[in-house]
Every structure is written in structure tokens, then in C-alpha cells.
């Protein structure tokens, strides 16, 4: 008798590899870093060090999200002083 996919039980591990891949999208997601399965498990990948960092010791790490906001708001700043001297020739 042949089996079928549907009637083998999923390996632990595969699970856990899936898990942590779904939890690390979920960290770059909420934390605005640039998302790249191949850096799961790379410990010399910038990012997956922060995702660490939060999820097995739980210090703080930097939001991105906040970090481009506020050079969003001092570009825009400058941008407008640039607008306000700039007077259009015809």
C-alpha cells in the first residue's frame, strides 16, 4: 500500500523551522527590517541578531519603523526650507 503525504505526521523539526521562519517575518514585519528567509539561523545576519536579541534575552532593539519616520520628518524639513527660497523664471 502506498503512503500518502496526508498520513505521514510532520516532523518536529521541520515544524520548529517553519515556526521561527513565520516569527522572524512577523519581527521584520513589526520592526521595519528588511526580511531574507536565508538569514534565519545566520548568526552573522545583522537582523536575525536583533530578532535574538528580542525573542531569547528580550532587551529592546531598534525600531525601524520609528528611525525612518523621523528622517522622513527632518527630510521633509529640509525640503521645505529649500521650497520656500526657491522662486520659479519664466
Given at each position: 500500500?502506498?503512503?500518502?503525504?496526508?498520513?505521514?505526521?510532520?516532523?518536529?523539526?521541520?515544524?520548529?523551522?517553519?515556526?521561527?521562519?513565520?516569527?522572524?517575518?512577523?519581527?521584520?514585519?513589526?520592526?521595519?527590517?528588511?526580511?531574507?528567509?536565508?538569514?534565519?539561523?545566520?548568526?552573522?545576519?545583522?537582523?536575525?541578531r536583533q530578532f535574538q536579541k528580542l525573542h531569547?534575552?528580550?532587551?529592546?532593539?531598534?525600531?525601524?519603523?520609528?528611525?525612518?519616520?523621523?528622517?522622513?520628518?527632518?527630510?521633509?524639513?529640509?525640503?521645505?526650507?529649500?521650497?520656500?527660497?526657491?522662486?520659479?523664471?519664466?
Amino acid at each position: 500500500m502506498k503512503t500518502t503525504q496526508a498520513n505521514k505526521v510532520p516532523n518536529p523539526q521541520t515544524v520548529k523551522v517553519f515556526d521561527d521562519l513565520d516569527n522572524y517575518r512577523n519581527f521584520c514585519r513589526d520592526y521595519g527590517y528588511r526580511f531574507d528567509e536565508r538569514d534565519l539561523y545566520d548568526h552573522k545576519s545583522y537582523v536575525y541578531r536583533q530578532f535574538q536579541k528580542l525573542h531569547v534575552t528580550g532587551k529592546a532593539v531598534k525600531d525601524q519603523w520609528e528611525l525612518d519616520a523621523e528622517r522622513f520628518k527632518e527630510q521633509e524639513a529640509t525640503r521645505g526650507n529649500r521650497n520656500t527660497n526657491y522662486q520659479r523664471t519664466r
